[in-house]
């Protein structure tokens, strides 16, 4: 097991370009979810999948924001023209779909900073 | 709807002296209650959960938690507090029908002092 595994750690860009970023969950786990936090705040839920299926999606998340997992595998969370607000950690997670509560185990999380 | 409230931002407490999280959920239907802990640095780490029966549920670390229905509480414990315990620690629920997303306190983050 070696863990749910985020790239990149830290991405700085400038306001207007796109940013993509990759999570590769844990290889039996076939649910996957994406979190954003920010400083003093919980996490709030972006978008989750199972296999490749996009089964639930926030409101959070803009139609600036997208998501995929093309192979039920890894998944790529891409954000189109930046805005300040977007700096945050993004936060991936997956599951085992066995039983309705299995717990999620996190990534370490890509920190955006958007100048 | 679904909301968790952790009234405390920060808990301070000796090494050694009992130590109490607390948070408050609402949720329509049947709770999921689950704790998270986040190191500097690190990803959230799950503690524990409740899903149904025995209200006192035990987890990882010597940590335990107590689910009060009547209260909709749902309060983390641990008897004898240590300086690594030291961290910020997440309350998170869900329904157990509908949504899957869980839905998370703002966080408490605990100061255990040597």
């Known amino acids: 097991d070696t863990g749910v595994s985020q790239d990149p750690r830290h991405k700085i860009t400038k306001r207007g370009q796109n940013v993509t970023f990759r999570c590769d969950p844990i290889s039996e786990h076939n649910r996957l979810y994406w979190y954003r936090q920010t400083l003093g705040q919980g996490p709030e839920f972006l978008t989750y999948?199972?296999?490749?299926?996009?089964?639930?999606k926030s409101r959070l998340l803009s139609d600036r924001f997208s998501a995929e997992r093309p192979k039920g595998s890894f998944s790529t969370l891409e954000i189109q023209r930046t805005e300040q607000g977007d700096s945050a950690m993004y936060l991936c997670?997956?599951?085992?779909?066995?039983?309705?509560?299995?717990?999620?185990?996190f990534g370490n999380g890509t920190r955006l900073t958007v100048t | 709807a679904q909301s968790v409230a952790q009234p405390e931002d920060q808990v301070n407490v000796a090494e050694g002296n009992p130590l109490t999280v607390k948070c408050t959920y609402s949720?329509?239907?049947?709770?999921?209650l689950f704790w998270y802990v986040q190191y500097p640095n690190r990803g959230l780490q799950f503690l524990l959960k409740y899903i149904t029966g025995d209200n006192l549920v035990k987890g990882s670390y010597g940590f335990e938690a107590e689910f009060n229905k009547s209260q909709t509480s749902f309060h983390l414990k641990k008897p004898s507090a240590l300086v690594s315990d030291s961290a910020l620690y997440f309350c998170?629920?869900?329904?157990?029908?509908?949504?899957?997303?869980?839905?998370f306190g703002s966080g408490t983050r605990l100061q255990v002092q040597p």
């Open positions: 949720v329509s239907g049947n709770p999921y």
């Open positions: 997670a997956s599951s085992l779909s066995t039983g309705n509560n299995s717990p999620l185990h």
């Open positions: 998170a629920v869900r329904a157990d029908t509908g949504r899957r997303a869980l839905t």
């Open positions: 999948f199972q296999n490749e299926a996009q089964l639930e």
